[in-house]
Nanobody, 125 residues
């Protein structure tokens, strides 16, 4: 059973950086595509980044391209979302999600079977 746990959220000033982590407390993540999503108050859930299970290919939403980086460390059973040059509009609850059937990954939520509980990121001066 996949049990995802996010960590690393917090309060940061505009222009700052945070690194979010996602781990599977129930096993390994290397066979799963991992997506990072965020949900801000009053907004729909948005896919921001994902990494495939087959070759670690990555995709990013236009809103974060060039600022966010998603990467795996299979030795540590972790997936990270490195967030730089943060803006107030990046404020949201961030979730990681896992999907085990596809070779690629997508930035919409339907294919993902497992979700973490979320971690709050607040960008404010």
């Amino acid at each position: 059973q996949v049990q995802l746990v996010e960590s690393g959220g917090g309060l940061v000033q505009p222009g700052g950086s945070l690194r979010l982590s996602c781990r599977d407390s129930g096993g390994a993540l290397d066979n799963y595509a991992i997506g990072w999503f965020r949900k801000a108050p009053g907004s729909d859930r948005e896919g921001v980044a994902c990494i495939s299970s087959s070759d670690d290919s990555t995709w990013y939403a236009d809103s974060v391209k060039g600022r966010f980086t998603v990467a795996r460390d299979n030795a540590k059973n972790m997936v990270y979302l490195e967030m730089n040059s943060l803006k107030p509009e990046d404020t949201a609850v961030y979730y990681c999600a896992a999907e085990g059937l596809s070779t690629g990954c997508v930035l919409f939520s339907d294919p993902y079977d497992y979700w973490g509980q979320g971690t709050q990121v607040t960008v404010d001066s």
